[in-house]
């Protein structure tokens, strides 16, 4: 394929730079000149010809081989600034006028949640070696990761030890082991999934000992794997508001405590004030212990490992307004607009996919104020409007980077009327 010279006009969705008749080159920024090769609508960047001022040096050595960032490249205050504008330009389009406040972003080596991917390395005469790391850019390959600006430092200096506990997840072939990893206040918390079940229903008496053994070594809180426990030493925990909850297997964490801090402060200034609060796809409670700090709270999530560590939890802590917590699938069963009679404020917070049912059933509701978190700003979108089309008005949005250096930007959303 030819290279061509290409100048690059914009950012897109992903962070990948694109040219004015619509071709993506990555890793390449706004007013730069590049010779790329072109495939179609995409290309790889082969020499940046003239770079931006806005160009730096990545802080990361994987950088551009690891599909983790997209935008380490980028200075600070410009990157930030276009995920704002991407926020503000979306809500516009749609048609949803509002004040977008100034982006929240989180810093590095914050991070306390990543999901790294075990390879395999065969050696002579049979024997193998493990390689961690994260999926490369636009590959299923991976890239074997020795330093993380992203990732909490606790993390990257437990690599060699889940590297090392990895070993003992290749006894069946088509194992392609994750190891999901979570610095709680405790210490870390391994949840392993891909291992595929051997004719004995799991791994041998010999690699659940190497399990146990590496983890002790390491000093990890829990190792789980298909939901159940392999080692614990202790119950993994993490604090929200006055509470500290174990978390259930496979635990749903907000990536950044700095931006989950960030939106507790959002949502309890938003509902100053009301006394009876429903927090909605509350997950092991969040916002549902800060909440309680001032109203009384009914939580729903239908994960129910998730809904049980809340329950727990409430149990050790004094001094917060009455907590009514239920396992309820949002999705095929919303609360429903008779149900919010009372309540002052919902706030939910609900996967990717949104919540189209659930704003449906609020849009019916008498309540007055709303506050809407989405990680997907499309589906934020889609029921905000909802929202917006029964009378509400969406009185500010507040754009949060937590995921650093990506192209992911999520949002929290005020509505009242």
């Not at 200034?269 to 909605?280: I, M, N, P, S, T």
């Not at 396992?327 to 069963?333: K, M, T």
């Not at 309540?367 to 029964?390: E, G």
């Not at 990506?406 to 009327?417: F, Q």
Request: aromatic share 6%.
């Amino acid at each position: 394929m030819a290279q061509q010279t290409l100048s690059i006009a914009h950012i897109g969705f992903q962070g990948d730079g694109i040219t004015a008749d619509g071709v993506f080159v990555p890793l390449t920024l706004p007013g730069e000149e590049v010779r790329a090769e072109i495939h179609k609508d995409r290309a790889d960047l082969i020499e940046v010809l003239t770079p931006s001022a806005e160009r730096v040096a990545p802080p990361c050595r994987h950088f551009s081989r690891c599909g983790g960032c997209a935008l380490q490249h980028w200075d600070m205050v410009a990157y930030s600034a276009w995920k704002h504008d991407l926020v503000a330009s979306m809500l516009t389009k749609a048609g949803l006028e509002t004040q977008v406040e100034p982006i929240l972003t989180t810093p590095p080596h914050t991070r306390r949640r990543v999901g790294l991917h075990a390879k395999r390395i065969n050696g002579p005469k049979g024997t193998f070696r493990v390689e961690l790391g994260f999926k490369m850019r636009k590959s299923w390959d991976q890239v074997r990761i020795e330093e993380c600006p992203v990732a909490d430092p606790r993390i990257v200096a437990a690599l060699p030890h889940l590297t090392e506990l990895a070993q003992a997840l290749f006894e069946h072939p088509k194992s392609a082991p994750i190891l999901n990893v979570t610095v709680s206040e405790t210490g870390l918390d391994i949840d392993i999934r891909g291992v595929e079940r051997s004719k004995s229903g799991g791994l041998s008496a010999d690699g659940r000992m190497q399990l146990a053994m590496t983890a002790s070594a390491a000093d990890f809180a829990r190792v789980t794997m298909s939901d159940e426990i392999q080692y614990l030493a202790r119950a993994p925990q993490v604090r929200f508001g006055r509470a500290m909850v174990d978390l259930p297997f496979a635990p749903f964490l907000q990536a950044s405590p700095k931006s989950e801090a960030d939106m507790v402060r959002l949502i309890t200034q938003a509902v100053a004030g009301a006394k009876k609060v429903a927090d909605l796809f509350c997950g092991s409670g969040t916002f549902t212990f800060p909440l309680a700090e001032q109203a009384v709270v009914y939580a729903a999530d239908g994960a129910a490992g998730a809904v049980g560590s809340l329950k727990s939890a409430m149990g050790r802590v004094s001094g917060l307004k009455t907590i009514t917590a239920e396992v309820r699938d949002l999705d095929r069963r919303p609360m429903l607009a008779a149900e919010m009679n009372g309540f002052d404020a919902i706030v939910f917070d609900p996967p990717r996919a949104g919540a189209e049912d659930q704003a449906r059933e609020i849009a019916l509701s008498s309540v007055k104020r709303v506050v809407a978190v989405s990680c997907n700003p499309q589906t934020f979108i889609r029921d905000v409007r909802i929202l917006r089309d029964a009378g509400f008005s969406l009185d500010n949005v507040t754009p949060i980077d937590q995921f650093l250096w990506s192209g992911h930007v999520e949002v929290v959303g005020v509505l009242s009327r």
